[in-house]
């Protein structure tokens, strides 16, 4: 039992030698948690090489009082370059994702958080 435990561990280190995903964070002194998550996809349809895609699961939860505004900068590694932008309500969250270009490549994303303006 012992020996299946060290081989299925030392045959998934590899998996984790593979380079992680960077999350910079600007929360402004405000209450926002964050956890990250990253998932890699790999597609097989038979029609081309395999190929994989990264992707960086943020999820934000307005810990404050008060609304706050928060936008994710995929970075220069990012198949989609746009800005993501979430407003939050107290005690609200929010899931965002940030793809790479490839498995295996940073993810160098950018999280800014501020309080909400009044309008």
Do not use: Y
């Not at 060290?6 to 964070?25: K, N, R, Y």
């Not at 929360?27 to 990253?38: A, I, M, R, Y």
């Not at 895609?53 to 009082?65: D, H, P, Y």
């Amino acid at each position: 039992m012992n020996r299946i435990l060290i081989c299925g561990i030392a045959a998934s280190l590899p998996l984790l030698a593979v380079a992680g995903p960077e999350l910079t964070e600007e929360l402004n002194g405000l209450k926002v948690e964050t956890s990250t998550s990253p998932f890699t996809a790999q597609d097989n349809t038979g029609s081309g090489p395999v190929t994989g895609n990264a992707t960086l699961v943020l999820k934000l939860t307005n810990r404050e009082a008060r609304a706050v505004e928060c936008e994710v900068d995929p970075g220069p590694t990012a198949t989609e370059v746009q800005v993501q932008k979430v407003s939050l309500a107290p005690g609200e969250s929010a899931t965002l994702r940030v793809d790479s270009r490839a498995a295996g490549a940073r993810t160098e994303a950018k999280l800014t958080c501020q309080p909400a303006s009044a309008s």
